[in-house]
């Protein structure tokens, strides 16, 4: 390490006023209560947790993060890996539950080469495997007896999973299935944990029987010796290098070369193959295979918020404490003005703050929409194992409710996902010049989370799912055969007051803000549909529209949420009314700012006026900025994320950023162990180093 700086520098201070001063100044003007809003936010259970085990983490040199900024790939996965390894060692050692080791994980920070075993992996073999597949794969897993991965995208296909090539011939002499890669694009890539760490994976691949293709289905292949860790006969596996962020993981490529296995490896939950007859059995609930997929989606809209939180955290303490310039029309000398003062700023961090809010109760929205559906198909299951059968009521809300919130999790995921990785990079360049060194915590996050925009589904390719929805529901509208769920409710809505016009209140009633929204996307379906089925424009022609129609529809489901949510006696009653008129405040700007800035469409649908949208740009949104922007550091502070685990010198919860920053690229920075030799003609690129051979 560099040696320590000289007494000297030890002595100085960064100049008045000390950003610990400014922090307690802010914190000081706002009355907004921390510890309640950040126990309805998490709840007390969860918050107790994460002080609990951020002192077990905090005393294990192994989870260190010092070096997280300097060291090499090579250097960083295998470390990653020792801190996954303890971290399954306090596991059980601490008797943990799913949730502790995950928030365990979140607090850690960096993705792991147990990563996709402990998702992807354990969650597929639990929800498509049989009990005898469980007892012969799932239990050795959850004791990491045996480490998988979920190897479903290939070098040539992605989003689209029906175009997979890796093939899994069924052999009916000796009842096997023949794995095999029959091109270069067959190979398995970019899946998580795979390059150096699984030695067993659940391989998406094309079931062949008898020469005809039954498509993609999920089989169990071992790629590695249980002993040596070294790849089996006909299996080429491997890491496929650095990447732009993500680097902790070992994101790997796997090939087969006609590689033979067991017919109990085909996970058979939903479908499988007689072994007697050669027979396919198809799945007995097509429906049922979107369960892991929607939940994951609903995850990732939950946990958006989260990962926005942490980026708004940073910027909005660092520009309380920044200084820069003197305000133009202020008088006397009162000094340099902080940074998120100028308005400039405000209108990038406060809708950002906003959207965190907005985001996370959406996100507990989806989940108990999620939880809903679940307990509905269970019930239907219960109902025909009973044989007394399910009603058509029944089965036909069930089906309502899963075609609805498939829908809502592929555009609220790529709409919460989207909002989370761009407002990360406005977050970093919201804290200047500093934004950019890797000590302020916000770019490492941002590349670390990326992929979320791409993978379980492109967040482009996802919207067309929504669409395909949407003019569905609008189709059945029109035929009288509308459904009972919130998409028909608001096509039919609209459809019964178009001709007499909207006629929206947005400034003055918050319940007309959700309305305008629902109205805008029923406008934007009956519109893509008369493309569709009366013009008869091609798919492709449409998908800027279908695009446009799932953004709006996400929208107006993040402002419903978000308006229940803050209107919720689960919310008025665990919060003072100061606290709750700041949150109503925050539901404002998150809307009215999303409004102006789509405001060509809410006009177009005639959801809103000229003069409304004119008095929103210039004195409701400004008003909100004026009106949250004393109480900003608190409602960062109500995320309760603690400066472990932002890692982040310019967003500590003291606010000595100046110091931080300074002994970290000082004291930690082992380029600085370096002396180098500069001259040309000097071979040696270090001092007292030999010269190279070549």
């Known amino acids: 390490m560099p040696s320590p700086p000289p007494d000297w520098v030890k002595a100085l201070k960064p100049a008045e006023p000390q950003g610990s001063q400014l922090l307690q100044q802010e914190r000081d003007q706002s009355n907004v209560a921390v510890d309640k809003l950040a126990e309805l936010l998490h709840t007390k259970e969860a918050l107790a947790r994460q002080d609990h085990l951020l002192s077990i983490l905090q005393a294990e040199k192994v989870f260190d993060k010092s070096q997280n900024h300097t060291q090499g790939r090579t250097e960083r996965i295998q470390r990653s890996l020792a801190k996954a390894k303890r971290l399954q060692q306090l596991s059980v050692q601490h008797k943990w539950s799913q949730e502790e080791l995950h928030a365990a994980n979140e607090l850690l920070g960096e993705p792991t080469p147990y990563g996709l075993h402990a998702s992807m992996f354990l969650v597929t073999l639990r929800e498509q495997g049989t009990p005898e597949q469980h007892k012969l794969f799932l239990e050795p897993a959850q004791n990491y007896q045996i480490l998988g991965c979920y190897a479903q995208t290939e070098l040539g296909h992605g989003s689209n999973v029906r175009g997979l090539e890796t093939t899994a011939t069924w052999n009916p002499d000796d009842k096997t299935f023949t794995i095999h890669s029959p091109t270069l694009t067959a190979s398995k890539w970019w899946i998580g944990s795979l390059g150096r760490t699984a030695n067993h994976a659940v391989v998406m691949a094309q079931l062949f029987i008898g020469g005809k293709n039954y498509g993609p289905h999920p089989f169990v292949v071992q790629i590695r010796d249980m002993n040596t860790h070294q790849p089996l006969e006909n299996v080429y596996v491997g890491d496929i290098g650095p990447k732009f962020g993500y680097n902790t993981m070992d994101n790997g490529f796997l090939l087969f070369n006609h590689v033979k296995i067991p017919h109990v490896n085909m996970l058979a939950r939903f479908s499988r193959i007689n072994k007697e007859t050669n027979e396919y059995m198809r799945p007995a609930s097509p429906s049922l295979i979107y369960g892991t997929l929607t939940w994951v989606r609903s995850n990732i809209v939950l946990q958006a918020g989260g990962v926005l939180a942490r980026g708004v955290t940073i910027a909005t303490r660092y520009c309380a404490v920044r200084r820069q310039f003197q305000d133009r029309d202020a008088t006397g000398n009162v000094g340099e003005n902080q940074v998120l003062n100028y308005k400039m700023v405000q209108v990038r961090l406060l809708p950002l703050l906003a959207s965190m809010y907005a985001l996370h109760f959406t996100g507990r929205g989806m989940m108990r929409l ?56 406005v977050c970093r360049r919201a ?41 569905k529901s609008a189709r059945a509208v029109l035929a009288g055969k509308g459904s009972n769920n919130d998409t028909s409710r608001i096509l039919q809505a609209y459809l019964a007051r178009r001709d007499k016009g909207a006629s929206f209140d947005i400034l003055g009633n918050d319940s007309d803000i959700v309305a305008a929204f629902a109205w805008r996307t029923a406008h934007l379906t009956f519109e893509a549909l008369k493309h569709r089925d009366v013009e008869k424009r091609s798919w492709n ?62 006009f177009s649908s005639s959801a809103v006026t000229v003069r409304q949208i004119g008095l929103t740009q210039n004195n409701e949104v400004m008003k909100l900025l004026d009106e949250i922007r004393p109480h900003a550091v608190r409602l960062v502070d109500s995320w309760k994320i603690p400066d472990w685990q932002l890692d982040s010198s310019l967003g500590k919860y003291d606010g000595e950023v100046y110091p931080d920053l300074f002994r970290r690229a000082s004291q930690e920075n082992p380029v600085n162990d370096l002396v180098f030799d500069p001259y040309p003609w000097n071979a040696a690129v270090l001092k007292n180093e030999r010269p190279s051979k070549l």
């Open 370 to 425: 999620y939880q809903e559906n679940q307990n509905r198909m269970k019930a239907a299951a219960q109902a025909a194992q009973e044989k007394r059968g399910a009603g058509p009521e029944e089965l036909r809300a069930g089906a309502d409710l899963l075609a609805d919130l498939h829908a809502t999790s592929c555009g609220l995921k790529a709409l919460a996902s989207t909002t989370a990785g761009e407002g990360l990079e």
């Open 541 to 602: 022609s449409l998908l800027v529209d279908f695009w446009r129609l799932s953004t709006a529809h996400s929208q107006y489901l993040v402002v419903k949420n978000f308006y229940e949510a803050v209107t919720s006696s689960h919310v008025t009653g665990s919060l003072d009314p100061e606290t709750t008129g700041v949150l109503h405040k925050l539901f404002r700007l998150y809307a009215l700012h999303t409004l102006e800035r789509e405001a060509s469409e809410f």
């Open 431 to 471: 804290c200047g010049g500093h934004g950019y060194s890797s000590y302020s915590g916000i770019g490492p996050w941002y590349s670390d989370y990326l992929p979320t925009l791409t993978w379980e589904g492109d967040n482009y390719m996802l919207t067309q799912q929504v669409a395909r929805y949407l003019l």
